[in-house]
């Protein structure tokens, strides 16, 4: 087994900071009872461990292929996703009125992080699928719903995100696709995109574009663009003028086909209202950027998983007070332990941030009434930001971190941790570059005109760590309580120069690092709580003692630089462009 999805820790972290134990108590969780969520997470760990993960090594080694036009995903793939997509899986949290299960988004996230762990070239196709259903039943017509919600909820189509364009990356106001009104009603989109996933591939007939393009009188910039569905197959059956002009050759996901498309001419379809596009697009993005952050947490676990039984087997040198005449295996090794509780607990933290996340959509949705649903979309809009960078970032760290276990090992392609590093760089640049997380997170979030949401998810993080220490856990809460009153204190600063953009623009980084690194100290802690209260109850599960241990550990060797980043934030001076170019 290459893979063996954590199902325990990831339903302690759902249960508790997921909140998913209480609502499915109370009646809020779409009808979702423990057992259910037994069964789904077991189910979903079967088809992630047997079915995905040995297909993800020979999928980065044989890569997507381009001729005539013709996109080929690896061998086998096509079966594989038409059996993923027959199980149901697609449909988690999409609504049962399309025919989706109509769960909780929390639970799309756990299956999400098991399909991604085992494979995560696979995964992105259907991060797409699920996005664009989302968008389409939030802002499309009874029409658009009626055509193609059923084929997107059930997986039997795929979808697309077509944004980027040679000279519009992060600037989507410079994009330049076109859109005319058609006498049908129909539009007609001409322009080429670039870096599109799954733009174009052999694993469903129907593939549906959400393109944004510009109407001949919009207004310049994002407000005048609009959002387009654009489908490969007519209603009709014919083939639409949308085709595949390239395949790009990328650092990793080699089996995920990352598109050049034209558009000639191409019918497409309104979402939502003329020029209020980007709107429309946000409602996919948003899921999107949560689940970019959740493939951090997904291929860190998985890097995690390799470091370890590969640290359990090498024999190498002597460690401290080891007997008899044979090396020592690398985990006996004091500075190898480091790494390897590192890469847990820094992968528990971006699950619990994540987990948090999900739940405030979920709430934002079926909260008991508008000021709680309000309240939980606000907070929703503040993590996902923090997800997104933080737990990419992350993933990024984490799997740098398993090769070096592997040593020169892990930098040769044979042993695999060497893809885990390839396919997590992607993660910080798609979806909205981490830089633009931050100064989202900063300019429209924490500095939105009479928002004090920041201030309290720093008040509730320092009683988390209260309420650590009144559980028997001081080592876990002090540095919780620390990181929170650095989060307070950079926030502040913030509020203070809310006029002097170059500062604050040149701190978002920082204060997005600050606020992930004191929410994930806060949530571990609260998992902690959960699980020692559990232990208290008579239970003796492993995982209890390894999320007790994951947050002592964090809080010990990285919520303790909280402060640091709060006096590195307040202190940065960003050199000007000549003394850089000087
Ligand atoms: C494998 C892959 C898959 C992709 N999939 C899709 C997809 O399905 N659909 C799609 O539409 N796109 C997709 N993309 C495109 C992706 O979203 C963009 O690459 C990303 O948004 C960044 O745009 P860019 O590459 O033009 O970089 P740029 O925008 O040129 O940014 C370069 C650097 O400058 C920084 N920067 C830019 N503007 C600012 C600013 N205002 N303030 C501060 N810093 C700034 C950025 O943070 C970044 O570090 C994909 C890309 C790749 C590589």
Redesign the pocket.
Same mark, same amino acid.
């Given at each position: 087994m290459t893979y063996r999805a954590p199902v325990d820790a990831i339903r302690l972290s759902l249960e508790t900071v997921g909140g998913l134990a209480r609502d499915m108590a109370d009646g809020r969780a779409g009808g979702l009872t423990p057992d259910d969520l037994t069964g789904i997470l077991c189910e979903a760990a079967r088809f992630a461990e047997e079915r995905l993960a040995p297909q993800n090594q020979r999928g980065d080694r044989q890569g997507c292929r381009l001729a005539d036009g013709v996109v080929s995903t690896p061998d086998g793939w096509p079966g594989l996703y038409r059996a993923w997509a027959a199980a149901g899986w697609n449909g988690v949290d999409l609504p049962t009125l399309w025919g989706g299960m109509g769960l909780p988004a929390r639970v799309a996230v756990a299956t999400m992080e098991m399909w991604t762990s085992a494979n995560m070239a696979f995964a992105l196709g259907p991060v797409?699928t699920q996005g664009a259903a989302d968008a389409i039943e939030r802002h499309g017509s009874e029409l658009l719903k009626l055509r193609y919600l059923p084929g997107l909820v059930s997986g039997d189509w795929t979808a697309?995100?077509?944004?980027?364009e040679p000279q519009?990356?992060?600037?989507l106001g410079m994009l330049r696709t076109r859109a005319e009104r058609g006498p049908d009603g129909a539009y007609r989109i001409s322009g080429g995109?670039?870096?599109?996933?799954?733009?174009a591939h052999d694993l469903t007939e129907q593939i549906v574009h959400l393109v944004l393009a510009r109407l001949p009188d919009a207004p310049p910039g994002t407000k005048g663009i609009s959002l387009f569905l654009v489908p490969k197959l007519l209603p009709d059956g014919s083939l639409n003028t949308v085709r595949c002009n390239g395949l *790009?050759h990328?650092l990793g996901?080699h089996a995920?086909p990352?598109c050049s498309m034209n558009f000639d001419g191409a019918a497409g379809w309104l979402v939502g209202e003329e020029n209020r596009g980007l709107a429309c697009m946000f409602t996919m993005m948003n899921k999107a950027r949560l689940f970019t952050g959740l493939q951090g947490v997904a291929i860190a676990e998985r890097a995690f998983q390799r470091a370890l039984e590969f640290a359990r087997t090498r024999r190498q040198g002597r460690a401290p007070g080891s007997a008899g005449q044979e090396p020592s295996v690398l985990i006996e090794h004091p500075d190898v332990r480091r790494n390897l509780a590192a890469m847990r607990a820094l992968t528990a933290a971006g699950r619990a941030l994540a987990h948090a996340a999900a739940r405030a959509m979920d709430l934002a949705h079926v909260g008991t009434d508008a000021a709680e649903r309000s309240d939980a979309d606000e907070r929703a809009a503040m993590l996902t930001p923090i997800v997104k960078a933080w737990c990419s970032d992350m993933g990024c760290d984490v799997t740098s971190i398993g090769i070096q276990i592997h040593g020169g090992m892990g930098y040769v392609e044979e042993t695999g941790a060497a893809q885990h590093f390839r396919d997590a760089r992607?993660t910080p640049?798609? *979806?909205?570059?981490?830089?633009?997380q931050a100064?989202d997170l900063v300019t429209r979030k924490v500095l939105r005109p009479n928002s004090v949401v920041a201030e309290t998810l720093a008040a509730e993080y320092a009683q988390a760590g209260a309420a650590a220490e009144v559980a028997g856990l001081a080592e876990v809460g002090a540095p919780v309580i620390d990181a929170a009153r650095a989060l307070a204190d950079a926030t502040a600063w913030l509020r203070r120069n809310v006029n002097d953009h170059e500062r604050l623009?040149g701190a978002a980084t920082p204060y997005l690092k600050l606020f992930g690194l004191a929410a994930a100290a806060a949530l571990l802690a609260e998992t902690a709580v959960g699980a020692r209260r559990r232990q208290d109850l008579g239970a003796g599960d492993p995982v209890l003692r390894r999320a007790i241990g994951d947050a002592a550990f964090f809080a010990r060797t990285f919520a303790v630089a909280a402060p640091s980043l709060a006096a590195m934030l307040r202190g940065s001076v960003v050199p000007g462009v000549e003394d850089l170019a000087a």
């Open positions: 797409l697309t995100m077509n944004l980027t519009a990356g992060s600037d995109k670039i870096f599109i996933t799954y733009g *790009e990328k996901i995920s990352t992607i640049i798609y *979806e909205g570059t981490n830089g633009i100064i623009l």
